[in-house]
């Protein structure tokens, strides 16, 4: 216990290499975890992005029209009736409209038409509203940018892409844009996916005074909010399950009965769209899938055992478009629909050239680190603990990359070389500054170990200072160059130059 109480921090370096071993090679875990069989069939966890394993990056604008310095209501049923009354007077469909009233002083009441609607037709609206704004512009706020990255991440994550994100994103010129990236894929496999707005609606279409009618029986956030699994071949179609929660329950068995669809007629009896009684399944406002309802689930909507036992099938024409319907009702549906303004694509074949390379540029560097060393001291007491210490930085930050799921790209490798540089760097001066003078007590050896300590702290004051406006700004690659670098310092200050200092104290004072 007492060695323990002395060299705690080599335990807790032996702990995360360890731990980064696990990460790295165990099954189930990052990459092999997200269910992608091409991901679990690789020799680590690891993932990559663009650049090293191919895919696409699209850039898209959001469609949308701000009025800033609105006055929007606190009051929520108040805000409602504002957001109805602008889209009303616009001819848009309830939902496309969005006030958000006052969050801090930077932030004024805005009120956001998700539409293609230009600016003055939104300004003219205003004025036969009667509501007085500040100013006009095309774009939405950031909170709805925000809101529509992650909601693509979900969609992403849903469908097994690994290594992928989604991101907001601000040109020097002002510019605002959502950033996909997507490897493995190409551009049109991850429009498809995203080009809508994924919203969900069952409609009932039903025949009411000689005319046919449709009327929303489940909108896309009663869905959403209901337990949907997996899709899959129920009775031979593809079907998503879904279980409604009771109090939606409720309200979907009494419309049912209400338009007719338990009655004699009702069941089973779909002609659309020249008639009958059908249930429609909506995206985006188109039809996509039409169907009568069956005789014992019409009987269940009679009787109140639907309620007991709420679940029924989202029917499609195929386990692609079922997959779709799965995964816009687990995401949820966007803001407002997006505009591609350009993409790039790396061909996966080209990309795998990269990833050897990546590995040699890193042994070369390794190798050229630990040369300079023996050559500098040519003691191996003092150069093998101080290349295994270097070493162990870079093994510590792939264990994070896998755990986190980070995608490698060749920016990251360019961190792990600086990183690699870094650490030694703050081990020499560590090295030259116990060694000056022969070491003659535990005593001396603290002293100057403080002392080189203090000095590599600053120097990791300075470069993660110099590296933070680099790991903000939305600076393109440049971005994970910075955080690998920032992350390298941070594993170096707090863990490994401290466990060198043990390593090194053991070996030049004799203690045991």
Not at 24 to 47: C, H, K, V, Y
Not at 326 to 334: D, I, T
Not at 474 to 488: E, K, N, P, Y
């Amino acid at each position: 216990m007492s060695w323990l109480r002395e060299n705690w921090r080599v335990a807790f370096l032996v702990v995360l290499l360890l731990g980064s071993s696990v990460a790295l090679f165990a099954p189930g875990i990052g990459a092999s975890a997200s269910g992608d069989e091409e991901a679990a069939s690789r020799p680590t966890n690891l993932q990559y992005g663009l650049e090293l394993s191919g895919g696409v990056r699209l850039r898209a604008t959001a469609v949308g029209v701000t009025a800033s310095g609105v006055d929007v209501p606190g009051d929520e049923t108040e805000r409602n009736a504002l957001e109805a009354d602008v889209a009303n007077a616009l001819s848009l469909e309830p939902g496309s409209v969005t006030a958000r009233d006052r969050t801090s002083s930077d932030n004024p009441d805005v009120v956001e038409v998700y539409s293609n609607n230009t600016t003055a037709e939104v300004g003219a609206a205003f004025d036969e509203l009667g509501l007085a704004y500040e100013s006009l512009d095309s774009g939405v706020t950031e909170a709805t940018r925000d809101e529509i990255a992650d909601t693509i991440s979900t969609k992403i994550d849903a469908t097994g892409f690994s290594g992928a994100r989604a991101y907001p994103t601000t040109t020097q010129s002002g510019q605002s844009y959502i950033v996909v990236e997507v490897p493995g894929q190409n551009a049109s496999e991850v429009r498809s996916l995203i080009q809508g707005r994924g919203e969900v609606e069952m409609r009932a279409y039903y025949p009411e005074g000689g005319n046919q009618t449709n009327a929303t029986v489940l909108t896309h956030s009663q869905l959403q909010r209901s337990d949907v699994s997996t899709a899959q071949m129920i009775d031979g179609r593809p079907s998503v399950p879904v279980s409604l929660t009771q109090d939606i329950a409720e309200t979907f068995a009494a419309d049912m009965r209400e338009y007719g669809f338990t009655s004699g007629q009702g069941v089973s009896n779909c002609e659309f769209p020249d008639g009958g009684y059908c249930l429609l399944t909506v995206l985006d406002g188109e039809v996509v899938y039409d169907a009568g309802v069956r005789a014992n689930l019409a009987q269940s909507f009679e009787n109140g055992e639907f309620v007991q036992d709420p679940r029924f099938v989202i029917t499609a024409n195929s386990m692609e478009e079922a997959r779709e319907l799965r995964v816009n009702l687990q995401a949820g549906a966007l803001p407002t629909q997006l505009e591609f303004q350009d993409s790039y694509y790396v061909s996966p074949s080209f990309a795998e050239r990269y990833k050897p390379l990546s590995l040699v540029t890193g042994l070369a560097a390794a190798i050229a680190m630990a040369l300079v060393v023996f050559a500098r001291y040519g003691d191996p007491r003092v150069a093998i603990p101080m290349v295994f210490t270097a070493l162990s930085e870079v093994v510590i930050l792939l264990g994070f990359a896998a755990v986190s799921g980070l995608a490698l790209d060749l920016s990251h490798i360019a961190g792990f070389i600086a990183v690699i540089g870094t650490g030694v760097d703050d081990l020499v001066i560590i090295a030259d500054e116990v060694m000056t003078q022969e070491v003659g007590s535990q005593r001396v050896f603290k002293s100057r170990f403080r002392k080189a300590l203090w000095v590599i702290g600053a120097a990791a004051v300075t470069t993660i200072i110099a590296m933070s406006p680099l790991a903000v700004l939305s600076l393109g690659d440049l971005r994970g160059f910075a955080i690998v670098t920032i992350l390298g310092v941070l594993i170096g200050v707090l863990v490994t130059r401290p466990a060198y200092g043990d390593i090194l104290r053991r070996l030049l004072t004799g203690e045991h």
